[in-house]
């Protein structure tokens, strides 16, 4: 596949050549619309068509820039794409070895050519859901001794049903989104065709057929169709065309067509070819009225075709997309823990979805416990019999998998730690350093043994320890403490104990999130009183996003970017003891208090909620810090 040279990325390129600074470049670049074209941008954006009729040298670059727009920049590998042939490639293709590596070979012609060529081009997908799916089971049979048949579970489910009705679809592939969920709500779905159908109308297009369908389905719209015939093949779906087999359904059926000229007729309205469209008009309609059918029912027939033609989607793809999503649903019915469980695992590298997953897991009523030294193994595993999940201790930042691995190992072999001074005199390894050892401590993984500011303390003497306990096991030295002392009996200086608050922000830096508690806790009844929750936030019916509202909670992320006219915006995420919200800062709040707008800062905000595109997002009009006594 090649990269090609887009407006923004062009404007850096020749800048460069130039050797003009980066910030000029930056600047000019940024001026330009995600998707416009350089000559667009001149038309239609006026702060840019200024800049290049004032500026000599934004007028040089731009005048190149357009030159070189859409030109192939480099060459680059397609995720997934494979090249099959009958024969070895190097008798039809040129090959060549992509940069990063000497191990893979990609072909020389892109896929077009490869196609033109009568080679078959696959792309093979990876989906972590099926990871998911086997972990989970893995978990199952593991703690339970269920050998679980995931093929085999009944598609009538009442309980998975229930887990769409209500829209608990956060970690069910496909249907996870907000408007996804919005539209699971309304529709109340109780047979595996409508997760089918669901999956094939969300998408651009089809998506203004979803209130349709739900009217329908619920019989507060009647099912009509031109033509008798038609309902047999419209029934499953409320009467709406949502499958291309549908339509290729249709041309057989009433028109006489074979599926070769049914296929025909579904590629000639996918890529609109005028002529080509013109032709199959007329065999469809003269087919049908071989069948007896009207001619201007006929016509009709084909005037309602064309534009659900032209969104329909492939039914097998959608059916194959509903089998996962109904199995992942199934597994969070009957085993959310250990679901939930895989699901955290399999994003154990993505803090914000982590935190996200981790909110779902509780709601649900599952509890996540830290890491603990005695309990946690390297990922997220379950608690057997309470219900509960325990943090990894590869969650936390700056340990590293060697740690982790001795850890595991050593207790497998000599059973649980006793004591800190037990932990650090049994593990002998080099990753075991002042690093490793500080973020296990914050973390929290050994509450059970002291207070974890008395451990940092002495921390330089228990690595000491651990130390002295390596060499005396490779047999290069006699112990120091004697022969009526050990490790185990060492004390510890006393020190000031670290406040809650300490504790609270050494877990959200080291595992991302704040685990054991949050630090809203003590203004639970401040943002009770004060504040909107934001869990129930939604915009009232009618009001068109003019309802403010105020929201309360800590600033967890705060992500700037500098509008064309060079003036910073943000992006926060605002997180309070129900969910957590986007909110949007436009550059005139941000000038009259800058110094509020920064992580873990705790604040009401008031202003009101935006829906754009289905999601929801929480637009600021002031703010106010609560500081704390």
Not at 122 to 130: E, I, S
Not at 215 to 225: D, L
Not at 410 to 430: A, C, L, M, W, Y
Not at 560 to 571: A, D, N, Y
Request: net charge neutral.
């Amino acid at each position: 596949t090649f990269g090609t040279m887009a407006a923004r990325a062009v404007i850096r390129d020749v800048g460069r050549a130039f050797g003009y600074e980066y910030s000029y470049c930056d600047r000019v670049a940024k001026m330009i619309p995600f998707g416009f074209s350089l000559d667009d941008t001149v038309k239609k954006v006026s702060e840019f068509k200024e800049l290049y009729e004032s500026d000599d040298r934004a007028k040089r670059l731009v005048d190149l820039a357009k030159k070189l727009e859409g030109v192939a920049r480099h060459a680059s590998t397609h995720a997934c794409g494979v090249v099959i042939a009958s024969e070895s490639l190097d008798n039809l293709v040129p090959l060549q070895h992509p940069s990063q590596t000497e191990t893979t070979i990609v072909t020389q012609y892109e896929m077009h050519s490869i196609e033109d060529l009568g080679l078959l081009k696959m792309d093979f997908l990876g989906l972590k859901n099926l990871s998911i799916i086997e972990d989970t089971l893995r978990r199952i049979y593991a703690i339970h001794g269920n050998n679980v048949d995931i093929e085999s579970i009944p598609l009538n489910d009442k309980k998975v049903y229930k887990i769409f009705q209500d829209a608990s679809t956060v970690g069910v592939f496909q249907t996870e989104s907000e408007g996804m969920r919005r539209y699971l709500r309304e529709l109340k779905p109780t047979e595996f065709e409508d997760i089918i159908a669901m999956i094939a109308l969300y998408r651009p297009g089809p998506m203004e057929l979803i209130p349709e369908y739900i009217a329908r389905k619920h019989k507060k719209k009647t099912v009509e169709y031109i033509h008798p015939k038609l309902k047999p093949i419209l029934e499953n779906t409320q009467g709406i065309g949502i499958y291309q087999e549908q339509l290729m359904k249709i041309a057989q059926e009433l028109a006489g067509f074979t599926l070769a000229q049914a296929d025909m007729l579904r590629k000639a309205i996918g890529k609109k070819i005028k002529s080509l469209l013109l032709e199959q008009q007329e065999k469809l309609v003269q087919g049908m009225a071989k069948n007896g059918i009207d001619k201007k029912v006929a016509n009709k027939i084909w005037e309602w075709i064309l534009p659900f033609a032209r969104y329909g989607f492939n039914r097998s793809h959608s059916a194959a997309y509903a089998i996962i999503a109904y199995q992942t649903a199934w597994l969070k019915a009957h085993y959310p823990v250990e679901f939930m469980s895989a699901m955290l695992t399999s994003e154990r590298n993505d803090i914000e979805r982590i935190a996200f997953l981790i909110e779902e897991t509780r709601k649900m009523g599952i509890e996540v416990l830290p890491p603990d030294i005695n309990e946690s193994f390297s990922f997220f595993s379950v608690v057997p019999d309470k219900h509960q999940i325990r943090f990894g201790l590869l969650g936390i930042k700056n340990v590293g998998e060697g740690i982790v691995q001795a850890i595991i190992q050593e207790r497998k072999e000599n059973g649980p730690f006793q004591s800190i001074q037990d932990f650090v005199s049994r593990i002998h390894t080099k990753d075991l350093n002042k690093k490793s050892f500080e973020s296990l401590v914050r973390a929290g993984v050994f509450d059970q043994f002291g207070e974890r500011n008395s451990m940092l303390h002495n921390m330089e003497r228990l690595l000491e320890i651990a130390r002295e306990s390596g060499r005396i096991s490779n047999g290069t030295q006699q112990s120091l403490f004697g022969a009526t002392s050990s490790p185990a009996a060492i004390k510890l200086e006393s020190t000031k104990p670290a406040s809650e608050k300490e504790r609270l922000l050494w877990e959200k830096e080291l595992l991302g999130l704040y685990v054991s508690s949050h630090p809203l806790q003590h203004i639970r009844n401040i943002l009770e009183k004060r504040t909107f929750p934001i869990a129930k936030l939604a915009p009232p019916q009618g009001s068109n996003g003019r309802t403010r509202f105020r929201i309360g909670g800590i600033i967890a992320s705060a992500k700037k970017i500098i509008t064309r006219t060079g003036k910073p915006m943000l992006f926060m995420g605002l997180e309070d003891l129900t969910d957590k919200i986007e909110v949007v800062v436009f550059p005139s709040l941000i000038e009259t208090n800058p110094a509020v707008f920064q992580e873990n800062k705790i604040v009401l905000i008031g202003g009101r909620i935006d829906m754009r595109n289905g999601e929801r997002k929480f637009i600021a009009e002031e703010i106010e810090e609560i500081v704390e006594s």
